[in-house]
Structures are given as structure tokens and as C-alpha cells.
């Protein structure tokens, strides 16, 4: 797992995990944004990363790297951490290990485990999994159809088309298979007091499971409930509304704005 830095020179370490199908340069607008005033830290995470080729791993694996990571590199105390759907599953472990003093963290319509029965999630990964791995065989024209022109331009779209070509069919299948079945704690304990759970309106009844699974094991989460955004849109098309929104839950400012 390759990590990136920008900022060094800051005292204020921020972690950003990147969602799936996209690599570590998800947050290209958000870096210039950040970097005077912050330590950036973005691990490209394993299957999603051009530097070192491979598959990816699991959640549970990838959160205990990082920690590992942290901590070597003089970091046992971090200012915040955000991540976004398959990065929030990252974190939602990551605080559960507990092995770094997290001040505030940011789970931006992360997915938490299924509390479903076996037949069921294994029936969900092999719809998902179809679904995503016949977007790397169709290309941009088979995502045209899958995303909303609205929101993404033809740009992104060939963005998207050339990781799903870069990445290998057991990291689509390892994405899908360990983000919605990674193991927890039975209880979930964390030093971290300021945690939210952002979800944009259009994702509210997809996230519905995710809230209710933080309501009981995150017990101290915030809610925000986010408009004019799809899921996973804020570092690709609103990056100044994403940093505001990180600065205010690291000052302890409840309006997301």
C-alpha cells in the first residue's frame, strides 16, 4: 500500500481513504485545497494501486496496515480521518482496532457490515460483482448508462472506465465481498467522541442499513444528511464544501453548511 503525503511541514494530520473504483487521486481538488494548512495523508489502497500491482485485500487487513503505517511513521495521534463508502468501511474498522488516538473522523456514506443471513450477502456480492465487472468489459459506453450524465462528465466517466480496466476481477470481487461482510468487534470501543456519518438525499434509503448499524455500535455518530450531492460526489465536484465540512467537525461546529 503506497502512502501519499502532501503538507509534511503541518502539525495537523488528516487521512483520506479513497472510495472504490477510483484510486488515491480521487482527491486531486481537494489536495491543493488542503496541503498549506494541513498534513495530508492518502494511502492508495491495495488493487487500486498503479505502484504496486496486486489485488485488493480485505478491510479488516487494510485498516490494521494503516494503523501500522501511523504509528511507525510517529503518528499515534491524528487530527481527523474521512472516508468515503468503501473508505468509510476502512474507518469503521480502524476506529474499532482503537490503536490510534483519532480526535475526529468522517464516514461519508461508508458501508458497514450486512446483519444479514450467509445465503443472503453472498447472493449481494454476486450481483454487485457482475454488475461492476460488466462496466470493465462494456467500457464507457456500458457506464453512460450506469451513472448520470448529470452528475459526471464524460471526463469522469473515462476516468472511472480506466480503473475498472486497471483493476483485476478478484479486487471487484474482494471490494464487494469484504466491505460488506468485514468483521467487528461484538462491542466497538473508541476514544474517538466526534464521529459523523454524512449520506447525501439521494442515497438515504440505500444508507438506511449503514445508519442503523452506527446508531448502535457508534453511538456518539452525528448525522448529516447532505443536498445537491450524489454518493461519493463531494471530492470529485464540491472539494471547498468537503473541506469546510471536515474543518467544522475537527472545531467541534455542528452546521455542516
Not at 160 to 187: D, H
Request: proline share 4%; glycine share 8%.
Amino acid at each position: 500500500m503506497t502512502i501519499h503525503e502532501f503538507g509534511v511541514e503541518n502539525k495537523e494530520v488528516i487521512v483520506l481513504i479513497h472510495p472504490s473504483l477510483v484510486m488515491w487521486d480521487y482527491f486531486e481538488y481537494v489536495i491543493p485545497l488542503m496541503q498549506d494548512r494541513y498534513h495530508l495523508i492518502i494511502p492508495a489502497l491495495p488493487g487500486y494501486d498503479e505502484d504496486v500491482p496486486g489485488d485488493f485485500t480485505s478491510v479488516e487487513e487494510i485498516a490494521g496496515e494503516l494503523a501500522h503505517w501511523l504509528i511507525t511513521h510517529g503518528h499515534k495521534s491524528i487530527s481527523c480521518i474521512y472516508g468515503c463508502s468503501m473508505g468509510g468501511a476502512v474507518i469503521a474498522r480502524f476506529l474499532a482496532d482503537d490503536r490510534v488516538k483519532v480526535k475526529s473522523a468522517v464516514i461519508d456514506g461508508g458501508i458497514t457490515p450486512y446483519q444479514l443471513p450467509w445465503i443472503v450477502t453472498r447472493f449481494i456480492a454476486v450481483r454487485d460483482f457482475l454488475m461492476i465487472y460488466m462496466g470493465k468489459l462494456g467500457g464507457i459506453k456500458l457506464l453512460e448508462k450506469a451513472f448520470s450524465t448529470d452528475e459526471y462528465s464524460n471526463e469522469d466517466l473515462k476516468y472511472v472506465a480506466g480503473v475498472l480496466q486497471f483493476i483485476s476481477a478478484k479486487t471487484i470481487w474482494r471490494t464487494f465481498e469484504s466491505c460488506n461482510n468485514y468483521r467487528m468487534p461484538e462491542i466497538v470501543h473508541t476514544d474517538c467522541s466526534r464521529i459523523e456519518y454524512w449520506f447525501s438525499e439521494a442515497e438515504e434509503k440505500d444508507r438506511k442499513w449503514d445508519i442503523r448499524y452506527m446508531r448502535k455500535h457508534f453511538p456518539m455518530t452525528k448525522f448529516r444528511r447532505l443536498s445537491g450531492v450524489g454518493h461519493g460526489g463531494l471530492a470529485a465536484l464540491q472539494p471547498k464544501r468537503l473541506m469546510r465540512g471536515l474543518e467544522r467537525v475537527m472545531d467541534g461546529i455542528s452546521d455542516m453548511g
